[in-house]
Nanobody, 125 residues
């Protein structure tokens, strides 16, 4: 089983940057595909980014390509989301998720068995 705790959210002006972290517990972190999703008020949860077990493969949602970067440190059981050039439309609760024993990054919520509690990101205009 994997337990996930996100941190790093906050309030930032448009054009600014934030780095989210997701600390995982459990021995299967290194064998899990990791993903970030987000949910804005009144909207469905959407895929933001994902990274393979080794960190060599990534996938991004269209709205964040070129601005966000996902990475992981298996020695620290942590996955990161570097968010640059933030826009007001990036305002949402950001969730970390784990696809235990996943082979490739998938952008469907149903692919991920474990979820964190979320961290709020607010971008002011």
């Amino acid at each position: 089983q994997v337990q996930l705790v996100e941190s790093g959210g906050g309030l930032v002006q448009a054009g600014g940057s934030l780095r989210l972290s997701c600390a995982a517990s459990g021995r299967t972190f290194s064998t899990s595909v990791m993903g970030w999703f987000r949910q804005a008020p009144g909207k469905e949860r959407e895929f933001v980014a994902g990274v393979t077990r080794s960190g060599s493969g990534t996938l991004y949602g269209d709205s964040v390509k070129g601005r966000f970067t996902i990475s992981r440190d298996n020695a620290k059981y942590t996955v990161y989301l570097q968010m640059n050039t933030l826009k007001p439309e990036d305002t949402a609760v950001y969730y970390c998720a784990a696809d235990e024993y996943g082979i490739r990054v998938r952008d469907r919520m149903s692919a991920y068995e474990y979820w964190g509690q979320g961290t709020q990101v607010t971008v002011s205009s």
